[in-house]
């Protein structure tokens, strides 16, 4: 077969991704069939007049997503992709035995929940009401454009105490979780056709809304003290996004010589650094991490915070701190979008500030999110000793574990079949490297005690007998 994709060198992205993105599109739209051979890396190298790295890169790339399969002495062929699978994020990677039925499991690792058992229903429950008892004209209307006035005081006051973050409420823009802040600050910087640097891995959500507003995505490695500074620095990138304080999912912390290293970057490139600060609330040791954004000074992070962990997913309420200026050119290139939260959620959380039930209710979640952390961090050692390594043990809702002797599909499907349920890391690489696949990751915010101790017996009896 030959195919002749439109590559375009003048075009910043490079040629591999370029071939690797036609392909691949052409397979989930059904021109390029399951079964068809494909031109061989030689063949199409001279077809394309391109280097023979474009060609195997590119490859490569679809044979680890399982786009293309290598048959040894055979060639190189379509694979078969399940229609049902054709969906953005499964689409990526190689299939997951993550998608059987929940009846079955009994201890689900899934990260993203959190406690509700602590959770003050009552209290939240009365500040709903009461915003809707202040029977006041906003009520039956839209809310402010930028968020409510009550609700950004309160967040300015909460980020200088917690954060370190000095804002005025004026430069708050109250969005509808991470990835609405996201996409937005996309439009407002121009990203369109730019290059983005993001951590690889880092967070699915944010990588594809900025995929999705046609960036071009440069995968920053990670080092033990977070993304390679570097390589930002010799990068095209026009902004970076950043999980400094808790990166996502390996939980290193952005050391400081890194932290001012990448202001400088922005500084002098006039770049912008994008800080998700998605859960800077849960940390168990040492001190508290501040926020990257405590320490620019030349007003070039754009810092994002959300209630997701804090408090509820459900309540989709986050937030963009924006520099000064940027808030003025997002009044004026946006003066027609209209808030997408609900006012009635936004003076809820306000009066639930106000009251200090928030500040109350951190405080015990960091409590209790602290035991669940080191009972799973025990429960480890004593059923799974040397054979894993912990990654990341220090903060946050999750953590990964590095396997040794078996795959990470392997132990999913043995945990699975004995009611446990955890998650592979994978499709938060851009480029899953082999060793992608000796991860597995164990999100806590939602099990209790006992759960967790008995998700990691059950899947420490799926490990091989000696991990070494
Ligand atoms: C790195 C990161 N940022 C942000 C979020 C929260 O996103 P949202 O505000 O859309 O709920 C998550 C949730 O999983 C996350 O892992």
Redesign the pocket.
């Known amino acids: 077969m030959e195919i002749t994709p439109f590559l375009q060198r003048e075009l910043p992205e490079p040629l591999y991704s370029q071939l690797y993105h036609w392909i691949k599109k052409e397979i989930e739209e059904g021109r390029l069939l399951p079964g068809m051979k494909m031109p061989s890396i030689r063949q199409l190298t001279a077809h394309l007049e391109v280097s023979r790295n474009t060609v195997e890169s590119a490859y490569q790339q679809l044979q680890s997503e399982g786009y293309l399969e290598s048959v040894p002495k055979s060639g190189i062929w379509v694979a078969e992709i399940e229609k049902p699978l054709l969906h953005p994020i499964e689409l990526k990677h190689p299939v997951m035995p993550e998608c059987k039925p929940s009846s079955d499991v009994r201890v689900d690792f899934e990260?993203?929940n959190v406690d509700l058992d602590k959770f003050p229903l009552k209290q939240w429950k009365k500040c709903l009401s009461d915003a809707v008892g202040q029977e006041n004209n906003w009520l039956f209307e839209y809310s402010e454009k930028q968020g409510e006035s009550a609700l950004k005081r309160e967040i300015s006051n909460y980020l200088l105490q917690s954060r370190g973050v000095r804002s005025t409420p004026e430069q708050i823009l109250i969005t509808a979780?991470?990835?609405t802040s996201m996409a937005l600050i996309c439009r407002l910087l121009a990203l369109r056709e730019q290059t983005v640097a993001i951590e690889e891995p880092g967070?699915i959500?944010?990588r594809s809304v900025i995929e999705d507003e046609g960036c071009y995505i440069d995968p920053v490695p990670l080092e033990k003290d977070g993304l390679s500074v570097e390589h930002v620095e010799r990068s095209r990138a026009k902004a970076v996004y950043v999980?400094p304080s808790h990166q996502?999912p390996f939980g290193m912390i952005l050391s400081i010589s890194k932290r001012m290293r990448l202001l400088k970057w922005a500084y002098q490139t006039g770049g912008y650094i994008i800080e998700?600060d998605?859960d800077g609330e849960f940390r168990y040791q040492g001190q508290p991490i501040p926020s990257l954004k405590s320490l620019d000074e030349e007003e070039k992070v754009i810092y994002?915070g959300?209630f997701?962990?804090s408090f509820l997913?459900s309540v989709?309420l986050?937030y963009i701190i924006f520099p000064p200026s940027l808030m003025d050119q997002y009044s004026r290139n946006f003066a027609v979008y209209n808030q997408s939260v609900s006012p009635i959620i936004q003076r809820a959380m306000a009066l639930f500030m106000q009251s200090g039930e928030f500040e109350r209710h951190i405080r015990r979640m960091r409590k209790m999110y602290q035991r669940k952390h080191q009972t799973l961090l025990k429960s480890i050692e004593q059923h799974m000793g040397t054979k894993v390594k912990i990654i990341g043990e220090k903060s946050g809702l999750h953590i990964l574990l590095q396997l040794k002797g078996i795959s990470t599909i392997e132990l999913i499907e043995k945990g699975l079949q004995k009611g446990v349920k955890a998650y592979s890391p994978i499709r938060f690489w851009l480029n899953p490297p082999p060793e992608g696949n000796s991860y597995i990751m164990l999100g806590f915010g939602g099990l209790s005690i006992d759960e967790i101790e008995k998700g990691v017996r059950l899947l420490a009896s799926c490990l091989p007998e000696t991990g070494d």
């Open positions: 990260y993203g979780g991470t990835q967070y959500g944010v999980t996502f998700d998605y994002l959300t997701s962990k997913p989709r986050s």
